[in-house]
């Protein structure tokens, strides 16, 4: 059963950092880009980043792309979102989205299976 377990979320202050992990299960996870999304309180879920299965392909959406990274650790079935100078516009629940590749980006309908999420708090 595939399965993807997002961790990591804090409540932290603006121009902070935070490192979210997303832990896969059940496939063969080298084989699946993962993307990370985020949801902010009342709005849509839009993309943040995303990473192909060999690790060639990496994509951000523009506001975050000097303060984000993504990687991966294939043999601990993990993806990474590393935040860096964190705004309140950060703020929402973070999901991670496994599909065959990055896609279109910010396309939810690209991936077929997701997270729960875990939450992310910037505030002073």
């Known amino acids: 059963q595939l399965q993807l377990v997002e961790a990591g979320g804090a409540l932290v202050q603006p121009g902070g950092s935070l490192t979210l992990s997303c832990e896969a299960s059940?496939?063969?996870?080298?084989?699946?880009?993962i993307a990370w999304f985020r949801q902010a309180p009342g709005k849509e879920r839009e993309g943040i980043s995303c990473?192909?299965?060999?690790?060639?392909?990496?994509n951000y959406r523009n506001s975050v792309k000097d303060r984000f990274a993504i990687y991966r650790d294939n043999a601990k079935t993990t993806v990474y979102l590393q935040m860096t100078r964190l705004q309140v516009e950060d703020t929402g629940v973070y999901y991670c989205?496994?599909?065959?590749?990055?896609?279109?980006?910010?396309?939810?309908?690209?991936?077929?299976?997701w997270g729960r999420g875990t939450q992310v708090t910037v505030s002073s």
């Open positions: 989205a496994a599909g065959d590749v990055c896609g279109v980006f910010g396309d939810r309908d690209s991936y077929s299976h």
């Open positions: 059940g496939f063969n996870f080298d084989q699946y880009a």
């Open positions: 990473i192909s299965g060999d690790t060639a392909t990496t």
